[in-house]
């Protein structure tokens, strides 16, 4: 499997985590929105279900794949406490991206990538997916929308005149 859009998924969202935390501005999120904080928290979160499906996976356990506790508001802010913030949040994703595209990539067969794994996707309380997947698509849903989506979702958090030159 080609990781290198997943690479490049994890090179934009923490460019444009960097830029938000070295824009000196102190974006305040609109209301029923996260702060950069929280975002990366969730991330970390997803990074870390996915670890554990990919984990699974390569040692031939059964394994389920559940994203509700990467929006639970008291574990994303423990997860904030724990690494020390905005800059421990971003080493964490970091690694965390280096083990799933080393993982994701020359780890896995064909056969493990396509192990179909139970999964339970959920956005703002909405059920998006309720049914199992493989296992591959749940690491390129993270280069195609998961990585991407927070990428933007952090650059909004700019002042309108810095977003003109911070879009990934």
Known sequence: MDTTPLRDGYRTLLEAAATVADSGASPVPPPGEWSADQILAHVSLINAATIVAVSAVASGTH???????????????????LTGGNAGLRERIRVQGEALCALGGPTLSDTELDTLVPSRLLSNGTVLLDAPVPLRDLITGLADVELPGHAEQLL?????????????
Do not use: G, K
Request: aromatic letters at 6%.
């Open 63 to 81: 394994t389920t794949y559940d994203n509700r506790i990467a929006q639970d508001t008291w574990t994303i802010e423990h997860l904030i406490t």
């Open 156 to 168: 909004a958090l700019l002042p309108e005149s810095v977003q003109a030159n911070a879009t990934p």
